[in-house]
């Protein structure tokens, strides 16, 4: 199928972009890499009146190394994010859990920016902005403001991005030194959308955990911290025990999804080998 018809822009700054949103109200839709978007509009399951192409923006794309943080621009692809120096130094998570965007062709045009803020509740970019406690900058016409990862996913397809705001640039913390990590996903090929994913980020304190990180994809209709099983972690650390309470905590805690690709029992029970599963994997690294 074929979208239906719409007027296109294709500005050469935010200013320009931001100008053009607020023109054109809040039925107008931002187009980053276009891996999710433009199939709903071949499906017609999205039908803008108004695109605002972000392509031509290069101020969009970009990997800084801000001592504390990585700050990464919008628009930039998830196949540079893949390959760079600074990511597989500072970010390894996010690196291990980019591979398993899609394929080829999606990374190559997906951008970090479009996936967060599309906030498909099995995209794995969500889930790593929550296990990394990050956030996003958005600019309006009020200016920029910051928001947490846990003030950012409402609900499926759904963020407290304002309609006349742009989300510019991706803010993660640089993970501590010795800080052990695990991406456990189950989708029915490579590349697939999440069935079921955990993403976990753990910091060692001897035998103890001095933090924990537990963040889910494909499970509930959002992203979210599975907060009662890190908690779990961090007061009972790192024995066999320990992590097979706070798989359960993980399992006992999620809304799952009932859908055509699996059922709600099916996910929970899914939450509960993965969480298991990622925390032994992130516990030994």
Do not use: W
Request: hydrophobic share 50%; with cysteine; aromatic share 4%.
């Amino acid at each position: 199928m074929k979208p239906a018809s719409f007027a296109y822009h294709a500005p050469s700054t935010v200013d320009e972009a931001l100008a053009l949103l607020l023109a054109n109200g809040p039925d107008s839709r931002v187009l980053a890499g276009g891996q999710s978007l433009i199939p709903m509009m071949n499906f017609r399951l999205a039908a803008p009146p108004v695109i605002i192409d972000l392509n031509r923006i290069p101020d969009l794309a970009y990997i800084r190394d801000q001592g504390d943080a990585v700050c990464i621009g919008a628009m930039t692809r998830q196949r540079a994010i893949e390959f760079s120096a600074i990511v597989a130094d500072k970010l390894p998570v996010l690196r291990a859990a980019i591979k398993l965007v899609g394929h080829l062709p999606t990374r190559s045009r997906g951008t970090i920016g479009g996936s967060i803020a599309h906030a498909d509740p099995a995209a794995e970019l969500p889930m790593v902005l929550q296990a990394l406690d990050g956030a996003v900058v958005v600019r309006g016409p009020k200016g920029e403001r910051s928001i947490a990862a846990s003030e950012l996913f409402k609900d499926a397809m759904t963020t407290s991005i304002a309609p006349d705001e742009i989300l510019v640039e991706v803010r993660l913390p640089v993970m501590p030194a010795g800080a052990g990590f695990a991406v456990e996903e189950f989708a029915r090929r490579h590349g697939d959308f999440a069935i079921a994913a955990v993403t976990v980020v753990i910091l060692r304190d001897g035998e103890g955990c001095a933090s924990a990180r537990i963040a889910t994809a494909g499970i509930s209709s959002r992203s979210e911290r599975l907060r009662a099983a890190e908690q779990v972690l961090e007061r009972h650390g790192l024995g066999e025990g320990a992590i097979a309470r706070a798989a359960e905590a993980a399992a006992a805690m999620v809304e799952p999804l009932s859908d055509r690709q699996a059922s709600a029992a099916y996910r929970r029970q899914l939450t509960q080998v993965l969480t298991e599963r990622a925390v032994r994997r992130a516990a030994a690294a």
